[in-house]
């Protein structure tokens, strides 16, 4: 099997994966890779059931828009992959979810502090949340700039997570660990007063 059908097979198990623990919902959410050598990328489709999708489902594109495989449409967020890809040279993989606690603290436009010791082990501290933009656009992966800022995740204000990674696997960690730290900081705020680690 070539490496473009591994990628693809891999990011459907991810989104089935991500479906499952509830970091995606409904047919929301997005995951990309890129390869960057030969300036391309791998995404989603646009709302398509994770339970149904398959790897022949998986868009082959440039960043630039141009479809190079795939029947169907890329993922309507296919922007904001490529922006980051083309502003964060470190990145290969792009996680969007909508998970429900980290997703919460984006919708009031809260940092959501660093809790536990993963928020730096993994993420890089705190968990900021980018300023709104319209989905769909451009702007979406550009806003998340300043938040991405020694981040390996943030929120999108009204919006949901973004995760990155070198490679799919550590994107899909840092998107687990954002809701993780979001809905443990929930729980803790719910019982007491919650002490933001300064560093590791
Ligand atoms: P699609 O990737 O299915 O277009 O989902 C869009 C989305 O998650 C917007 O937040």
């Keep these: 099997m070539n490496t473009l059908q591994k990628l693809k097979q891999e990011i459907v198990a ?13 047919t929301s959410g997005n995951m990309s890779c ?3 050598e030969e300036g391309r990328m791998l995404i989603t489709p646009t709302s398509v059931r994770y339970d149904v999708m398959r790897a022949e489902d998986i868009v082959v594109m440039r960043l630039d828009g141009t479809i190079l495989e795939g029947r169907l449409q890329p993922s309507s967020e296919w ?4 922006a980051i890809y083309e502003k964060k040279p470190g990145v290969s993989a792009v996680f969007h979810t909508h998970s429900p606690y980290a997703t919460a603290f984006a919708v009031n436009r809260q940092t959501i502090p660093a809790v536990l010791i993963e928020a730096f082990a993994f993420l890089g501290g705190d968990i900021r ?3 709104y933009a319209t989905p769909g656009t451009r702007e979406v992966g550009l806003n998340a700039l300043p938040a991405l800022e020694g981040r390996m995740g943030c929120t999108l204000a009204n919006h949901g997570v973004l995760a990155v990674g070198k490679d799919l696997q550590q994107a899909y960690l840092n998107a687990e660990y954002v809701e993780d730290v979001a809905r443990i900081y929930s729980l803790a705020r719910a019982v007491g007063t919650p002490v933001p680690l300064e560093k590791l």
């Excluded at 991810?14 to 409904?26: H, I, V």
């Design 14 to 26: 991810r989104s089935l994966q991500a479906f499952r623990e509830g970091l995606f919902s409904g």
């Design 34 to 36: 890129c390869l960057r």
């Design 79 to 82: 922007r904001m992959h490529a």
């Design 129 to 131: 949340c980018a300023d």
